[in-house]
């Protein structure tokens, strides 16, 4: 019964409203993609376990950060695998974790 009424509100034929910035075929979800200034500029450390990197692992890939290997830290402080990240900011100008916003790219 309840979900006869949430068909009705919601019919399954009707496309995408094309007045939702972001919604369509070409543009995906939506994402604004960093700067590669803004993603240059990140910086880069070695992880150390009880350090002060918090992250234990990326939560981008799930893998696990082994002692000495090079994560690069958003702004806010959230560390990711370099490569992680760097492929996360060509889609997303936040940060996968708190949404903290860098500079977005001018040309998404």
Wanted: overall charge negative; some cysteine.
């Amino acid at each position: 019964m309840i979900v006869d009424v949430l068909l009705a509100y919601f019919p399954s034929d009707e496309e995408p409203s094309s007045d939702v910035e972001g919604v369509g075929e070409d543009r995906g979800f939506g994402g604004i993609p960093a700067s590669t200034d803004a993603v240059k500029e990140l910086a880069v450390v070695k992880y150390e376990r009880g350090g002060d990197v918090r992250e234990e692992s990326c939560i981008i890939c799930f893998g696990e950060f082994d002692e000495g290997v090079e994560v690069t830290r958003m702004p806010c402080k959230h560390a990711f695998h370099g490569g992680c990240l760097t492929r996360w900011l060509e889609s997303s100008h936040v940060c996968p974790l708190c949404r903290h916003a860098i500079p977005a790219s001018a040309d998404p």
